[in-house]
């Protein structure tokens, strides 16, 4: 019984994880060039408001344990610290000029 709530509980956090890419995904278009640096502020504290209380109640009701709260956590930061460096002007813009693709 615990493997299927643990099952479950990792289950959950990839539909998370997956619909905090679409919301990534929505923010980022916005990029322009311009300084759209709030919007990552706004990604943020959607993240905090909208997905945190679930995850902690995830993990205080035992569907997932401290590793997989831990790995989900960075995941999110590292999401949230990527969105903030892709909004900011002129990110593409390094020492020896700007990066093609």
């Not at 990604?43 to 205080?60: D, G």
């Not at 790995?71 to 892709?86: Q, R």
Request: net charge neutral; with cysteine; aromatic share 16%.
């Amino acid at each position: 019984m615990e493997e299927k709530k643990k099952q479950q509980g990792k289950d959950e956090l990839e539909v998370l994880k997956k619909m905090i890419a679409r919301w990534y995904k929505s923010y980022k278009k916005h990029y322009d060039g311009t300084d759209w640096s709030f919007l990552a502020e706004d990604f943020q504290e959607e993240v905090t408001q909208q997905v945190y209380p679930y995850v902690a109640r995830l993990y205080t009701t035992g569907y997932i344990d401290n590793s997989m709260l831990s790995e989900f956590s960075s995941w999110c930061n590292e999401m949230i610290e990527k969105l903030k460096w892709e909004l900011k002007p002129n990110h593409w813009v390094g020492v020896k000029g700007v990066i093609s693709w």
